[in-house]
């Protein structure tokens, strides 16, 4: 067995104290990403994991980007036919999580999650270079393919087809909101002696705050 015993950081980099955070955990993500985003040995500060619920009860996680976020929630598109989206037809609840090792913070979100309006995805859809829009329409995504050059063939038939012509989003592919009723930040300290900080919604009105052991 290969031993991982010794593996482990001390971290020390910051602190979550009560009298220093928002109010509202939108605000505190806000500063909290803007950190992440001004860090130079942070490459996609929006990269995030999405954890949903299979049929068979099991959660399944994967990345996406986040795009945009605001007093809702907090945006990603993706295939609305992919494992994903079968997966949130049937359950709606989500999990997403951000880890920023060079800050040493974690975000974990609970979220119900509801497609965005279709004016919104058209709006992100169009705003996206060609050879990302193409790649959405060829895409199956999740679905068995024969082979790698299937969809190489794919993108290079539609760029012929779609030389001249406007790329339309497809109607399988479109946006998400997650919209949280529970988010938690978490600061590394030393000791393992953590900062969690927990905004919970009560009567979908008024974030509670609580501090939890590490
Ligand atoms: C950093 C990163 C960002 C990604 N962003 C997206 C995204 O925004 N949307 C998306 O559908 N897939 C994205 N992916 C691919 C997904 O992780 C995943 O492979 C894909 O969505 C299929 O997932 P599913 O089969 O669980 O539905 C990203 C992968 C990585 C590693």
């Not at 997650?178 to 300290?189: D, T």
């Amino acid at each position: 067995m290969e031993n991982l015993h010794d593996k482990r950081k001390v971290y020390q980099k910051g602190e979550l104290l009560e009298n220093c955070i928002k109010e509202n955990p939108i605000e505190q993500f806000r500063d909290w990403f803007l950190d992440a985003e001004e860090h130079p040995q942070i490459s996609e500060a929006n990269a995030m994991s999405v954890a949903t619920i299979e049929q068979d009860d099991c959660p399944r996680t994967r990345m996406v980007l986040l795009k945009s976020y605001n007093w809702e929630g907090f945006v990603f598109y993706t295939n609305y036919e992919s494992r994903k989206g079968k997966s949130i037809e049937e359950n709606k609840k989500a999990c997403l999580h951000f880890f920023w090792p060079a800050l040493e913070r974690q975000i974990i979100i609970k979220a119900d999650l509801e497609r965005i309006s279709e004016n919104m995805s058209d709006g992100y859809f169009s705003s996206r270079p060609k050879g990302s829009q193409l790649g959405a329409i060829v895409s199956p995504q999740s679905q068995e393919i024969p082979n790698r050059e299937f969809l190489e063939q794919e993108l290079k038939d539609l760029e012929k087809e779609y030389q001249h012509k406007e790329i339309i989003r497809p109607k399988n592919w479109g946006g998400y909101i997650a919209k949280p009723y529970e988010i938690e930040f978490w600061q590394g300290r030393p000791n393992r002696l953590h900062d969690r900080i927990l905004y919970r919604l009560e009567n979908g009105l008024d974030w509670i705050i609580t501090r939890l052991a590490p």
